[in-house]
């Protein structure tokens, strides 16, 4: 196993001097605000949605293409991933405003927080890299090779290992968080992307975009169990390209989002059927579900919207406009 010098021995945190605006001030105290939080690509931005009428409340300027967001461990700031902005920028939930980043990040992709909050792991895809970012220190502590460009990234809730997807050769790999080793590598579909853990983490689903299913890893044993296809009508198998994926606190269902096929597949995890499948907008990229879970919010981006789906309906109830080439949304809530 190889295990790479770090890519940059220490990253720049940059603090940003913040004008006070009538935004900062009214949500000086604010926390579980309900707000939508969606990047968008091509706006260089990430904007933000009052969760009750879905207005926008806020452009948030970032780096050149985010992508990727999540909370941080006490849900004060989201970090964002800006790929052609080589950074993870920091937004501050109560300012909404950008207030840190960490640069001289080579083309940064999906991350994850350790369970403990102490290191940020983040796929690097032009370096086949898994790097290690000490949340303290901010620097990269580590780079570990694995297969070309990698994309998903997903801590295990014990903290011991780390798993990542390579989009080009068709694995997830196991990384060992104590000795930075890998461990396991498990061949899945084509182009596999996305995580979802079940509650009881003892299966691992991850979306292989180029072969239209999604993997199922027993994590006991690290090997694939089973494969859900997916063949929504009226499309070519090329055009179903399964991506963002999300699970139920309870552990019954998976949502996927289709990516080209522009639906949510609904999967009963127990019968490992899909049970329908909701039409949405454009290249459905992903989906995130609110905390009572009785909405899902599709990120479309090609249709530059979000669609938001009654999950006691399976019905979409609206169509939000957001910025161009939207990606991911996190709701604060």
């Known amino acids: 196993m190889n295990i790479l010098p770090p890519l940059k021995s220490t990253l720049k945190l940059t603090t940003l001097v913040v004008s006070v605006t009538l935004t900062s001030i ?4 604010a926390k579980d605000t309900g707000y939508i939080f969606v990047s968008s690509e091509k706006d260089n ?60 990040i080579d083309d940064p992709e999906a991350f994850d927080f350790s369970p403990d909050g102490k290191y940020i792991y983040i796929s690097l895809e032009d370096d086949g890299a898994l790097g290690v970012i000490d949340t303290e220190k901010k620097e990269m502590i580590q780079t570990i090779e694995v297969g070309e460009e990698p994309e998903g990234v997903m ?97 019954k269902t998976a949502y996927v989002a289709m990516g080209k096929a522009n639906h949510v597949a609904v999967v009963d995890i127990a019968s490992r059927k899909v049970k329908d499948y909701i039409l949405v907008g454009e290249r459905a990229w992903n989906a995130e579900l609110n905390n009572d879970e009785s909405l899902l919010f599709v990120v479309n981006g090609l249709s530059d919207d979000v669609s938001v789906i009654d999950t006691k309906k399976g019905k979409v109830i609206k169509s939000v406009p957001v910025g161009r080439v939207p990606y991911m949304a996190l709701i604060d809530d």
């Not at 009214?26 to 105290?29: C, I, V």
């Open 45 to 104: 931005a990430v904007t933000v949605l009052d969760g009750k009428d879905y207005s926008v409340v806020k452009t948030i300027k970032t780096g050149d293409r985010p992508r990727h967001l999540a909370f941080n461990d006490d849900k004060t700031k989201i970090y964002a991933a800006c790929g052609d902005g080589e950074s993870l920028d920091i937004i501050d939930i109560s300012k909404l405003e950008v207030i840190d980043k960490l640069d001289d």
């Open 155 to 251: 801590a295990s809730p014990d903290g011991k290992s780390v798993f990542v997807t390579s989009e080009v050769a068709n694995m997830v790999h196991i990384i060992d968080t104590t000795s930075w080793e890998l461990t396991a590598n498990i061949q899945v579909g084509k182009r596999p992307r996305r995580f979802a853990m079940t509650p009881d983490n003892k299966e691992l689903w991850v979306t292989s975009e180029l072969d239209s299913s999604t993997s199922i890893i027993d994590t006991a044993s690290n090997t694939v169990k089973e494969v859900v296809k997916f063949k929504p009508k009226g499309f070519r198998a090329e055009d179903v390209t399964p991506v963002g994926i999300t699970m139920t606190k309870d552990g």
């Open 26 to 29: 009214s949500t000086a105290s």
